[in-house]
Each structure stands twice: as C-alpha cells, then as structure tokens.
C-alpha cells in the first residue's frame, strides 16, 4: 500500500447523494486507476488515466465521473446516477499503462449506502 | 480480448504443505501475467509478474509462478505454506496491445490450517 492513499476508509452515501472518493500517490507515477470490487467479482475496472489532464472509461464508468487535474491525485465521484454502488473501492497507480508495468494498490474505501 | 480464470474459489492447505493456486489464461499475443494477495479489507500487493524471459518466476514471501505457454496456465506455488499464507489471491492477464488493460480472476481464497 505504500505510495499510495485513499480516504475516507468507510463512506457512507445517502440516496440521490455524490460522493467522492480521494486517491493520491506520491510514487510520480503517469498513470492511475479505479477499480470496483464486489464479493465473488474481482476487480473491474471504472476509469483510467495515463497523463494529467486526461481519463479514459473502462469497463463499468456508468455512475461514475473523474478528474486528473494533478499528476497525484486522482479523484472519484460516484454520483445518484449509480444505483448500486456499495462495494470496495480500489485505487491503483503504474509508471505507464503498457509494457506490462505493475500497478500498486492503495489501501481502498468501503462504499456504504444508507 | 483477454480473460484470465481462477478455476477454484478457494484451496485448502496443511501448514508445511506446498500449496497451488491455479490461473488460467486466454490473450492475444504475448501475455503479461500477474499475481497479487489481498487480506481483508485491504488493498492488493504485488507477489510477482511475468512479462519475458525464464518460465519460473520469483516474487514476495516465497512464491513463485511457472508460465506454461502450451497450457495457458500460470499457476502460483509455494513450497511449504504458512498460515500466514491466507489470504484471497488474484491472477491478472495483459497484453502488449491492449494499452492499459489489466484483467482480474475472480480470486481464490486460500486457507492455510495449522
């Protein structure tokens, strides 16, 4: 988990609520990304970016939105349009997104609705 | 597309046992294949990768991974498990021309009895 952070650890939403979830990394990596996790699931994957100031959609962006306005940072919003988001919610960060470069992990946040 | 398989949802093993956690795997081209341990409610670590070179590969805590290309496997070993040891395991598959895209198994929960 070193390099990387996430908070909060617990999030709770309330109905029609945004929140958003906060990823940094101070390992100057280019690219960083977002996955779901849900029991039996594995990861999927929300969103990536592979430079600042640009992201693109992956598997599941539906209900989510990002922004990488610093190389650092690279925050997550689940909006009122995601009608399931209770899950983990792991943020991962690559020197490059090819050439089989390992992604590091943050710690996570648990997404709870109430 | 790519696709990586964990075929068992969990393994049982004696302490002292080796232990096997099998990943199966399905790309075009090369494949970068991954590994990563998960305890609960954390994030993921990095155990080992393979992206060239020798079949064997070594990484953290004693294990390592044989990539099989006639059988599309690349299945994680240890040789004698601790109880230590569990935890829920991840394979991940990528390729050389899929940019960012990392693709998860669905986890294997291994547990080690004293």
């Known amino acids: 988990d070193g390099g990387i952070t996430q908070s909060p650890k617990y999030l709770f939403r309330k109905e029609g609520q945004n929140v958003t979830l906060s990823c940094e990394q101070n390992l100057n990596h280019d690219a960083m990304y977002w996955y779901r996790q849900d029991p039996g699931q594995g990861l999927r994957l929300i969103y990536y970016s592979q430079i600042v100031n640009d992201f693109q959609k992956g598997d599941i962006a539906e209900g989510y939105s990002v922004s990488r306005e610093k190389k650092e940072s690279f925050p997550l919003t689940v909006t009122s349009a995601q009608k399931n988001p209770t899950a983990f919610y792991l943020c991962?960060?690559?020197?490059?997104?090819?050439?089989?470069?390992?992604?590091?992990f943050g710690p996570g946040t648990r997404l709870l609705v109430l | 597309a790519q696709s990586v398989a964990q075929p068992e949802d969990q393994v049982n093993v004696a302490e002292g046992n080796p232990l096997t956690v099998k990943c199966t795997y399905s790309?075009?081209?090369?494949?970068?294949l991954f590994w990563y341990v998960q305890y609960p409610n954390r994030g993921l670590q990095f155990l080992l990768k393979?992206?060239?070179?020798?079949?064997l590969v070594k990484g953290s805590y004693g294990f390592e991974a044989e990539f099989n290309k006639s059988q599309t496997s690349f299945h994680l070993k240890k040789p004698s498990a601790l109880v230590s040891d569990s935890a829920l395991y991840f394979c991940a598959v990528g390729a050389p021309n899929s940019g960012y895209a990392l693709n998860f198994g669905k986890g294997t929960s291994l547990l080690v009895t004293p």
């Open positions: 393979y992206i060239t070179g020798d079949n």
């Open positions: 991962a960060s690559s020197i490059a997104t090819d050439r089989g470069e390992t992604q590091y």
């Open positions: 790309v075009s081209g090369n494949p970068y």
